[in-house]
């Protein structure tokens, strides 16, 4: 059978499940350190973060199965392990985010250098799902710096579960 999709686009997308991945364990990792450090809340967050970006690295695992076209899932490193504060924590997944945004953005340009419309409605897909994923980071991020009570932040991520 032929190869239905350019290899430049099968590569971008590999390494879209990649980066995908990596995201899941960096959120798995975050959400055992607030488990640890008696964030309840903003460990059941992070967990759920876990999940989605799974669910995310499925969306290019499905359209290039869509073509015949087997994902290559490639190894991932070790997240960080060890933050010095919840506020690092928070940090962190705002820079995290920001530049998962910026591979998004990049994938839906070569999509249009390529001019391949089913990439780019992929590509749109992530970068919609960006905006919202940095304006979480954000709003936690401004609430954390709002009070010294780790108690109230902790309460207060219960309304995105």
């Known amino acids: 059978m032929r190869n239905l999709l350019d290899e430049k ?3 971008l997308l590999n390494y879209r499940i990649q980066q995908e991945e990596f995201s899941s364990r960096l959120y798995h990792q975050m959400s055992l350190w607030f488990d640890n450090q008696g964030f309840k809340h903003l460990a059941a967050l992070y967990k759920k973060y876990e999940g989605e970006e799974k669910l995310h690295a499925e969306w290019s695992m499905d359209f290039l199965l ?13 997240p960080v392990m060890e933050f010095e504060s919840y506020m690092d924590v928070l940090e962190a997944t ?3 985010e920001l530049m998962i945004t910026k591979q ?3 994938l839906a340009q070569k999509a249009l250098e390529m001019k391949h419309t089913g990439l780019f409605a992929l590509a ?5 799902e960006q905006v919202e994923e940095v304006g979480k980071a954000i709003d936690i991020l401004d609430h954390a710096k709002l009070t010294s009570d780790k ?5 207060y991520v219960e309304r995105y579960l």
């Open 151 to 155: 108690l109230v932040l902790d309460h």
């Open 66 to 78: 869509n073509f015949g076209i087997t994902p290559q899932l490639q190894s991932l490193n070790s």
């Open 104 to 106: 998004c953005e990049e």
């Open 94 to 96: 705002l820079d995290h």
């Open 124 to 128: 749109s897909k992530y970068c919609a």
């Open 9 to 11: 686009i099968i590569e």
